[in-house]
């Protein structure tokens, strides 16, 4: 098994081959796998960034992300200027309903609420914003209402698994509850339980992803 010194190194160093991202002011403290990063950012999308780079490493199972947004003095921007931003930023991505989102602002915090038919859409709302100069997060409250299928949807998710070639997929079961997709099992990597859950989240009925898959690295050695 991988110590935890190991894996602070590792994301550690991850971060300084990152040249997107300035992580002097960011620190990685490392207990039984759980990642931590705290410190500072001069912007969400570098906390975003450290949050993935750090879910790449191998062994690391959870991150919690303390990481505070510091803006540089020119970067900050109103309220007002932020959210007409987002609404420009809708207009111009074609995944985006603009129509069905609502976004309100306060102290460079964007709250998204509204309704779409597809998980990618709500995404696409969020990865729209959260890269606008002088916002510290978002809040993505945006509904997904499922549109009505006769498909297996539980068949459809084990396929997209099974054509993903970073998972084993046998390790992972699918269970569905009205529009609810419950994942158990193992994976290897805290990426691959993202991707995982992604691949769930692609189904057209699905309203709601319960992730209950756990990070083993080392479980599959003897496969």
Do not use: C
Request: charged content about 30%.
């Amino acid at each position: 098994m991988r110590s935890d010194n190991e894996i602070q190194q590792d994301v550690q160093q991850e971060f300084e081959w990152e040249p997107s991202l300035q992580h002097e002011d960011i620190a990685v403290a490392v207990r039984g796998g759980v990642v931590t990063l705290a410190g500072f950012a001069k912007s969400y999308a570098d906390k975003l960034t450290a949050e993935r780079l750090a879910g790449q490493i191998k062994g690391v199972k959870a991150i919690a992300n303390d990481i505070e947004i510091r803006l540089l003095s020119s970067w900050v921007r109103s309220d007002p200027e932020i959210a007409r931003a987002a609404l420009d930023a809708f207009k111009w991505h074609t995944s985006v309903p603009d129509e069905r989102i609502k976004v309100t602002v306060a102290q460079g915090l964007v709250t998204l609420r509204g309704d779409v038919e597809w998980f990618y859409q709500k995404e696409a709302a969020e990865d729209a914003v959260r890269m606008l100069t002088g916002v510290k997060g978002v809040s993505n409250l945006i509904e997904v209402k499922a549109r009505p299928t006769s498909a297996d949807v539980k068949k459809q998710i084990k396929q997209a698994l099974h054509r993903g070639a970073e998972f084993e997929a046998d390790r992972i079961t699918v269970e569905i509850d009205g529009q609810k997709a419950i994942l158990r099992g193992t994976v290897r990597t805290y990426a691959e339980r993202r991707d995982a859950e992604r691949a769930a989240w692609n189904a057209p009925s699905v309203s709601d992803v319960d992730n209950r898959l756990t990070v083993e690295p080392f479980a599959f050695a003897a496969v």
